[in-house]
């Protein structure tokens, strides 16, 4: 347990550290993704990148496990 919240402080620390950088990946304008526009209103749901990350965390812990 201590090893899992170790290693997702590091994580976040990272991924803190990278966010200019990772701000201009495409992630949220994946095909399948929601995004509503209006005048003045602008609505976003990123399913399929939700999927995506899931998949991948899912196959990360799964891989921390063994």
């Known amino acids: 347990m201590n090893r899992l919240f170790l290693f997702l402080g590091f994580l976040l620390v990272a991924i803190g550290l990278l966010w200019p ?18 005048p003045g209103f602008t609505f976003v749901f990123p399913i399929t990148t939700c999927i995506v990350i899931s998949v991948v965390l899912s196959l990360i812990f799964w891989l921390l496990r063994r």
């Open 21 to 38: 950088l990772l701000s201009r990946l495409p992630w949220g304008r994946l095909p399948g993704d929601i995004v509503i526009q209006r």
